[in-house]
């Protein structure tokens, strides 16, 4: 190139400070050094992914770009700093301006700068989500919005909101689609978003949704401003792009069609969140939004044996549509992953246990190890068996079974049916009431004290309470259902106890109050079918007491640190152990079943899947049982997973073969801090 500029790069001075063909292998270097222009850099999992996007920003810096002229877009601050902060560990202070952050930080910091232009005056706030939750239900309250209805509530509402805005769809075909049961009160919801958008503007305030929305509008809607930030920035690099939404993939757009140097890095092959707004369309797309984009492949993966990566390969495959890819190990040596059937779920969660206690006896540590789902509900059965064991462990997917908000409102009722004198639970539960609050809970529960000590019978008791008129006809509702399944009359089972309490009240509750609603019913389905093997309510409440109160499964060390990780797939993408189990590997359950009549749905499941596998270091163990116990509904006995059966049976062993043993020579592990030199 010589002293020519191409793309607005210049040819490399002699005394560049790094040696990209030392520290970059053939594929990266080859996306490292591109001549501008678009780019797709498909960067397998465990590839070297950041690796690629530091070198690329030092490469640019190191050809002639200014630091401000590069704009650096991430998911997470942490990610945004690591990468800035490494390219000046390279760089030092020749780096210092680079434009980097997450999408929303981005967006405040142009909107901080021109708020005047958009009808916002300077220093408007920006709402976090219980200022957002208030707004809202002061604006559903002065509009007037009928009480006595299950309306969503403030959160659930944001919820709406947020994914008619990130995925442009219509707010009234957001919730036939994904909230059904408000269908009839769309026309109300939509009049309350209208007032809410209002009420922001008077209050000089944005949510965390508007930082991407208005951003978009000021650049679109003043050329001016737009220009100057295209002018600005001379290359746009995108970090995780197959997670971009709509608005997110029109701002990249909006800032690199000047220069058209817009280089996107991600993997299509693990594009799993459309549920929150994310369109793998973006990617997939890519080269024909950008025409001439070249298209870079990075495909040696550092991180897991071979054996894993060709069962990720091959269940990858099936996916029609996608970026076809190779993962190719750089480790040489390991044995193959394990398919593990057994009898009963309970089965699963007790070989699981010993696998975790064998790896453990054999050096690896807990925290080494992880357990993998598709929804939460599939961890009970693991968190009961590792508490039984005193292995300790922890819930990154949420809270322990136990310890969830619609677990413990659901065992407040229980308790109260079966101990009319437990005050804690009759709280609980009034609360969860239209228009009761603490003072009249006390007002209640004074009434209620009264009753029980006077020996009068329980459902006499629940007469004497009289809530507010907008809870009355559901109070009258629920306390029929509690004298029904008081232990006064004939003994109930607990499941169908936990059955009548959902039909009666908490069903409609939960609808309106959370946004995974459907997540948190299978949660109490499977307490339900769990509740089955205790002969009383009684007894059921003394186990779930016992459970909940064990502090971290009984830690077997005394480092807290040391815990076997228990996580969803979603929440354990970008993470790594050298030992992963996936379980509940049946159809219905992984893939889920709402996806197996939906083409899109199921490749995203089968992505989900690759994720997964790919989560592994040195062990993988895939895991199903062929008989549900206790589950409640539906059929009892299972059908392994359709993505077990596309995996070629030569991949995988059983357990305990000889030919690929469990274990392999315990590594060191890496020192706080430490990274992979691929990193």
Known sequence: ???????????????????????????????????????????????????????????????????????????????????????????????????????????????????????????????????????????????????????????????????????????????????????????????????????????????????????????????????????????????????????????????????????????????????????????????????????????????????????????????????????????????????????????????????????????????????LYRAHFHSMEIQLELTRRGIPFEVTSGLRFFEQAHVKDVAAFLKFAVNPSDETAFRRMVRLLPGVGEKTADTLWSVVRAGVESAAPFGEVLRMAKPPVRAAKIWEQLAATLDEIAPERKPIAPDRAIESIMEAFYEDYMKAEFANFENRREDLRTLAGYSRQFTSTEEFLAQLALLTNVDGAGSRRDTETDRVVLSSVHQAKGLEWRAVFVIWLSEGMFPGSRSLEKPDALEEERRLFYVAITRGRDHLQLCYPQIRLGGGYGEPFQRRSRFIAEIPAHLLDKPGSDESPRTTTPKPAKKSGERDWWY
């Open 1 to 371: 190139m010589g002293a020519a500029t191409l793309n607005g790069l210049v040819a490399p001075s002699p005394g560049t400070r790094i040696d990209y063909t030392a520290e970059l292998n053939e594929q990266q270097l080859s996306a490292v050094t591109s001549p501008g222009g678009g780019a797709l850099v498909i960067a397998g999992a465990g590839s070297g992914k950041t690796r690629t996007l530091i070198y690329r920003v030092a490469w640019l810096l190191e050809n002639g770009i200014k630091p401000w002229e590069i704009l650096l877009l991430t998911f997470t601050n942490k990610a945004a700093r690591e990468m800035t902060g490494r390219v000046t560990e390279l760089l030092g202070p020749d780096a210092d301006g680079i434009w980097g952050g997450t999408f929303h930080s981005i967006g405040n910091r142009i909107l901080r700068r021109h708020a005047e232009t958009i009808g916002f005056r300077p220093g408007f706030s920006i709402l976090d989500r219980e200022d957002q939750s208030d707004l809202l239900k002061s604006v559903a309250n002065d509009a007037g919005v009928p009480r006595d209805k299950r309306f969503p509530k403030p959160d659930v509402l944001a919820e709406l909101f947020s994914l008619s805005s990130n995925t442009g769809e219509p707010l009234e075909q957001v919730v036939h689609d994904r909230f059904g049961y408000f269908d009839g009160m769309a026309e109300t919801i939509a009049s309350v978003r209208a007032a809410y958008e209002r009420r922001k503007v008077a209050a000089n305030a944005m949510d965390f949704d508007d930082l991407l929305i208005r951003t978009n509008q000021l650049l679109r809607e003043h050329p001016e401003v737009g220009e100057h930030y295209r002018h600005q920035f001379r290359h746009v690099l995108v970090d995780e792009y197959q997670d971009t939404n709509l608005v997110q993939a029109d701002l990249v757009d909006l800032l690199g069609s000047k220069h058209g140097n817009v280089m996107v890095v991600g993997d299509d092959a693990q594009s799993i969140y459309s549920w929150r707004g994310a369109n793998f369309e973006n990617i997939l797309n890519f080269p024909k939004r950008y025409a001439g984009a070249q298209t870079y492949r990075i495909e040696t993966n550092y991180r897991s044996v071979p054996g894993i990566l060709e069962v990720a390969n091959a269940a990858i495959r099936g996916n029609l549509r996608q970026f076809e890819k190779n993962l190719v190990a750089w480790r040489k040596a390991g044995g193959r992953p394990v398919l593990a059937e057994l009898p009963t779920n309970n089965d699963q969660a007790a070989y699981i246990a010993q696998q975790i206690l064998e790896l453990n006896r054999q050096g690896l540590e807990f925290r080494e190890m992880a357990v």
